[in-house]
């Protein structure tokens, strides 16, 4: 009798099927999910005493509940806020304290980009899409400012300088560093972003 | 001639054995950028656009608020008023305190001061309700909060 002494080979022919299976069933179920976003730190409820503010250190952006944008009494389109925010910071009429900046150095704008803040008020009947965009337009504002900034000071845009600090692969000690920048960059242009409630006084 | 003819006859078949490794690796890909919804979503979600956006957190340093309409087949019990969902049901904007909160006492201690809220918030929801759960995150001092979007262009969305 003629045995067969060779191990049969498996008909690896359907093992296909079964990962197209498996395939079809993760495309179905799964929706890729998104984990990003603009991060926002929301100021304490405790009361703070009212901040006198000098009214030119202040860029009034106001939304409506027709979705449109005042910035400082104009009307003003979405694309033309970020040209904005960044003239305002930018400004620097105090020459001592803002050698950096390079603004129009108008008297009637901010002094420097410490002092400067960005009142944004917006209607409850306002809709969160352009609440979205004019966040969006404003840290726009604040990065351009910090890449530039950072770009003349280490020769590497912020967004860079954020990219490797949060790389994992970075060393400890690559991190310190690199956290002192950026530590440095933000204290140039902090982020001063406020949606309290502002109040203009007659003098 | 005859020999040659017997050789061309038949076109040579394609191997399929290399076929399940590129399904697998497709199928790898699929489960490995995937996150499979741990609760339905009972709400319209769509997210506004953003360019300027940093990545989220940790996912167990994240705590998701959605916000939108109630989806089409609850509209005729819940209403079209925009709703908060947490977890999987519905809540009222009192309600998210006492959820973050509860949220909070599941995680490790020393993670509790670095939890960041993820607002997933319908675009086309009025903005009132999305201030008021923002003074509800502020009276239980979570303050850390992520308007979470879709990556793109924000100025040329319309809607």
Known sequence: ????????????????????????????TATIQTDMGLDRKLPPKEPSPPVPLNERNVLRVVLNKNDE???????????????????????????KSCNYCGGERDPYSSENPD?????????????????????NELT????????????????????ELEGIYNDSQTSVIDKKQIKDKITTIRNLFPMRLSEAETRQSLK | MDYKRKKYKKLPAISTASLPDI????????????????????VDNELPMADQINKLDKKDRVVDIYVGKPAQELATVFGAEPKIQLDDRLAKVSDVAPYVLSQLAQKPEELRNLITVSLKVDKKVKLGIVSDIKEELRSINVLKVNYTTYEGDAVNEVY
């Open chain 1, 1 to 28: 009798m003629a045995r067969n002494n060779e191990i049969p080979e498996v008909n690896a022919g359907s093992m296909a099927d079964i990962a197209f299976l498996l395939l079809i069933f993760f495309l179905v």
């Open chain 1, 69 to 95: 944008l005042m910035v400082e009494s104009e009307l003003l389109s979405i694309n033309e806020l970020r040209s904005s925010a960044v003239a305002f910071l930018d400004n620097g009429s105090d020459t």
């Open chain 1, 115 to 135: 002092k400067a803040i960005i009142s944004l008020n917006s209607d409850r009947e306002a809709s969160y899409g352009m609440y979205v965009k004019v966040q």
């Open chain 1, 140 to 159: 726009a504002a604040y990065m351009k400012l910090r890449n530039r900034e950072s770009l003349r000071l280490y020769g590497l845009e912020y967004s």
């Open chain 2, 23 to 42: 399904v697998f690796i497709l199928l790898f890909f699929f489960m490995t950028v995937t996150t499979i919804k741990d609760s339905p979503l009972l």
